[in-house]
């Protein structure tokens, strides 16, 4: 989920689990809602986005859950993998701002035990 | 394969320096970004342009400029480097109306400053 201060969240699962990060969102206007992945040493990469206009998208392995009545989203893994081991950060995106500004959450690191 | 590059991986700082930190992108795109990445606080935005010679003021612009002479080149200046500005430094790019809001990122440019 979100993090206040310096302590970044941690969810550890064990390898083939399912895994499951949340996130909560500010703005009830966001209608465009991403998920990126960074792994040590590297910049975040896109996995998964979703628009207000639904409430669930599945991608390869990921799936994305909006529940806008508070202002909910996961992020579920299905099969959890080391390679997943990384830190994931929620992104929110009103649409009527220029140039696609995002807002990102703090970020929460999952760890996967083999 | 799309690339955002940063051009120092780690540098090291003496408070009162300059400091240039340059990002070059090859995929034509309108929109670049600054971020900052601190543990536990997420991606904050610093400035973002959205075409040559334009800048916006993201979240917290204060200590920072920018420069947007060239659509592919987006650089971050620091006139005068204090020690709070040590962090993970994180450029990215987006296009218009990609029907989403994916950044693009670079690798990252971890700053320190002594």
């Known amino acids: 989920g979100e993090s206040v201060g310096l302590h970044l969240p941690t969810l550890s699962v064990q390898e083939g689990d399912n895994s499951i990060i949340n996130c909560a969102y500010s703005?009830?206007?966001?209608?465009?809602f991403i998920w990126y992945k960074q792994e040590s040493g590297k910049g975040p990469q896109f996995i998964i986005d979703?628009?207000?206009?639904?409430d669930k998208r599945q991608g390869q392995r990921v799936t994305v859950l909006l529940n806008k009545t508070v202002k909910h989203l996961s992020l579920q893994i299905a099969a959890t993998q080391p390679g997943d081991s990384a830190v994931y950060f929620c992104?929110?995106?009103?649409?009527?701002?220029?140039?696609?500004?995002?807002?990102f959450g703090g970020g929460t690191r999952l760890m996967v035990k083999p | 394969d799309v690339k955002v590059t940063q051009s120092s991986r780690y540098l090291v700082k003496r408070t009162g320096e300059k400091v240039f930190l340059e990002c070059v992108q090859d995929?034509?795109?309108?929109?670049m970004f600054w971020y900052r990445q601190d543990p536990g606080l997420g991606l904050r935005l610093i400035y973002f342009?959205?075409?040559?010679?334009?800048?916006e003021k993201g979240d917290i612009p204060e200590g920072y400029s920018v420069s947007r002479e060239k659509k592919e080149r987006f650089s971050l200046i620091l006139e005068s480097a204090s020690t709070n500005q040590t962090s993970m430094y994180l450029c990215?790019?987006?296009?218009?109306?990609?029907?989403?809001?994916?950044?693009?990122f670079g690798e990252g440019s971890r700053l320190t400053v002594l």
């Open positions: 703005n009830s206007a966001s209608d465009y």
């Open positions: 990215a790019s987006s296009g218009p109306g990609q029907g989403t809001g994916e950044l693009f």
């Open positions: 992104a929110e995106n009103m649409n009527n701002n220029a140039g696609n500004m995002l807002t």
């Open positions: 995929m034509d795109h309108e929109n």
């Open positions: 342009s959205y075409d040559v010679k334009m800048k």
């Open positions: 979703i628009r207000s206009n639904m």
